[in-house]
């Protein structure tokens, strides 16, 4: 006995489909009533992991081995919690692609930088340590959009800061504490779109969510992440296109919050000393030089069209290895130097998550990547029919988001970015394994 409660233990295996709601419920309980002073502690880590997972690198790395250690410590009371994962398609996908993608640095030719990479897709067992305590979600989400707040409010600072400091020209871009813009700017886009979900869904205090929801808005465009911009933008598009399919919203009521957003955007461009307009026209010139075969300009979009075409180049001309890749971490042995320019010799990573996972996995592991991020899609429309339009739309937005925006980042070789999609998958699967009630409270 001792701090264990002496309850039933259900049948945990084989593990049940989710039409049988009464054992996954079951199942889903079990972990809190067996052990409830040691799920208060892990609700505590984990809201703990989410509040820092937005800040900074070290809190995170800290954050995150507290919590899994201890979920493994409770492993005896909680393995009969989190069988119903094993029915999960998007839990089989992810695993499956983390196990391939890992199996590849045996025959990677840089197995070194594979080993480093592979830190990332340790963030893949987040469902397992995170499946006792999903039950309390709604408090994992606001740990997590108080540290994106926290960021908001740093950025406040580094700005009024600018003002006062000997520096005369304000500073590109204001990230806050996460020095990386492209990393900074996706967390405030999800929180973005998670205070518009709160929003939209209904709450008592609409002035503080609408607050909340602009300086999340607003902190995204300050940083000035093209990545990220586009795959707001494309977010946007899907709740819409999901509002205007359900009916919800009127096209007037759209335009207007479009315009609002624009505003916001403008406003936080003006504030950061640049604008995503001279990074929109330094692309296209950047395009245009590089259709020219011009490598010579100091442009960042020429630099990844060079990366991108070498990398498919090189996966191209080796048709042995197009079907199991060269292995994860490969691509920094390719050589991208080119006579007559200043291109550097290697790149670690090519701002490209498709090309790159093509180049070092394979078809087989874009195809189990490919698979995965469909899987989330699938899940999200169906919350949309089943549970409320909204909570649907936001799930999608946010995969949309994270899809678009790794296009141009390598969002799937870092921790932190590539957790936002993984949770974004353990909410998706805990809304499916238990019934409606619990997405709508």
Known sequence: MGLFVDIPKPKAWPPPPPEDTKRVT???????????????????????????????????????????????????????????????????????????????????????????????????????????????????????LVGVLLQNLAQ??????????????????????????????????????????????GTTRKKVVTICFLLATAGMFATVSMAVYVGYVCAIAAIGIIALVHRKIRLRQGLILVAVVFCVAAASWLAAGDSMVSKTRSAVQGVSSFCKGDLQANNSTILRLHWWSKTLDEYANNSTQCIFGHGMGSVSSIDFSTNGTALNKRADHIHNSYIQILYGEGIIGLTLFIGFLITLSKGALLLSKRYGWMIGATCLGGVVLWSAATFFENSHSSGRPFAMVILLGTLIMYFQANNSRTAQS
């Open 26 to 144: 079951e199942l889903l309980e079990y972990g809190a009533k067996r052990d409830p002073i040691g799920d208060k502690f892990h609700v505590a880590f984990a809201c703990l992991f989410m509040f820092a997972l937005p800040i900074d690198t070290y809190p995170t790395t800290i954050a995150t081995w507290i919590l899994f250690i201890y979920s493994v410590l409770r492993l005896p009371s909680t393995w009969r919690t989190i069988t119903p994962i094993y029915n999960s398609t998007i839990f089989r996908f992810a695993f499956a692609w983390a196990a391939w993608s890992l199996l590849s640095i045996i025959w990677s030719s840089n197995q070194a930088a594979g080993l480093d990479h592979a830190g990332a897709l340790r963030m893949v067992l987040l469902p397992v340590v995170l499946w006792p305590v999903m039950r309390q979600w709604k408090y994992l989400l606001m740990a997590f």
């Open 156 to 201: 406040i600072t580094e700005f009024v800061w600018s003002w006062f400091s000997s520096e005369q020209a304000i500073s590109h871009s204001l990230t806050g504490i996460e020095k990386h813009s492209g990393k900074a700017a996706l967390f405030m886009g999800f929180a973005s779109l998670a205070w518009l979900c709160i929003l939209v869904v």
